[in-house]
């Protein structure tokens, strides 16, 4: 099994294009569509790395970072 990459991204299209690329190239994907979304995935999934829009309605990509600081 590959490494397990977080994305999270408000667009929709942009999110599955992600998505897709990813799991092609062997990754484990999770996706979440807010900031708050998140942080649920990554207080039950160990994940490897999160890729994040900063731009998000709610918990924004910066706030998010803050966050997952805190968790570690």
Known sequence: MGEHIL???????????????????????SV???GNEAIKILGNTNI???????????????NLLQSIIQLQ
């Open 32 to 34: 979440a569509q807010n």
């Open 48 to 62: 490897d790395l999160v890729i994040s829009d900063l731009m998000m309605p709610g918990l924004s990509g910066m």
């Open 7 to 29: 994305i999270v991204e408000d667009d929709l299209n942009l999110r599955d294009t992600l998505t897709e690329l990813f799991k092609r190239e062997g990754y484990v994907v």
